[in-house]
């Protein structure tokens, strides 16, 4: 019933999204940003293939009108920045999950637009420490932008602040960790991150709590952090990435939850919607059976999304 529900909703989304698109395609004009007090926009609802009209991982938090957090920033998610009508200045914070590259391919090109634009105030951004096989936050930074060794030392403003360009604050969450560490804290605005397990990937998962709820979002793991997963408890959305079916094979069952685990662990953490993101051939392939175990344990809404799509709290029924 609800699935049948969702996809409904689905469908009508997806023909008012394709009417809206050629729309402003035509007028070359973007998309309107999310409305409401505090919402999700997704970015991109893919993964790390090309399969289609999705763009790599990535999320913007709206706030009254304004994009206040980017979480993730995979290929593709550029050019959806600037669909979602996105403003680098209002920027507080770009979240980073992990180091695979569909989430992170497109952070250069996105400092660079903000040496266009009018922001000079330094902006924070959080991602993992490291590992043998993958940078940390400060170490991508480095690989990225430092002068003369950066693959982008033009950009080394980012680093430093100087040549025309706003600078980058690194806020590195230290892993493993037994408790979520809080990444900012504005009068309007927290964001936690805790650890999760995503194979061998150093990896985070991010909570945004303000006046009007909280928002979660799992980035890549295989379910089984619990520090995550307390963190989350009650969350009004949880943004949860199915990227398997409920028989994967092994190395992908150690990087990514089945969706019996998604199920369990949204109904344990009592989260109040369920948006499904980070979608694949190979998930979407088996979509129906998916959903259909995830709702053997999950009771909440849930929401197969895609790109440009804006979620946001529901209000409390009186
Ligand atoms: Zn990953």
Redesign the pocket.
Known sequence: MVRHVSNAKFSLATVFSLLVGIGFQRAGAAAPSCPGDFAVQVLGSGG?VPEGHRASSGYLIWIKGHSRVLVDAGGGTFLRFGEASAKIEDLSLVAIT?F?A??VADLPALIKAGYFSDRTRSLPISGPSGSDEFPSLTAFLHAEFSSPQGAFAYLSGALDGTGGEFKLDPVEVALPRAVPMVVLETSDLTVLAAPVS?GP?P?LGYLIRTSAGTIAFS??QNGNNPVFWEMIQGADILVMHLAISEHPDPVAAK?HALPSVIGKQAAGARVKQLVLSHLMARSLATLPENLKTIRQYYKGHVSVTHDLECFSPQPVAQ
Do not use: F
Request: proline residues 9%; charged residues 20%; hydrophobic residues 25%.
């Open positions: 790390p992990h695979h569909d989430h995503h990937v990896a980035g890549d990087l």
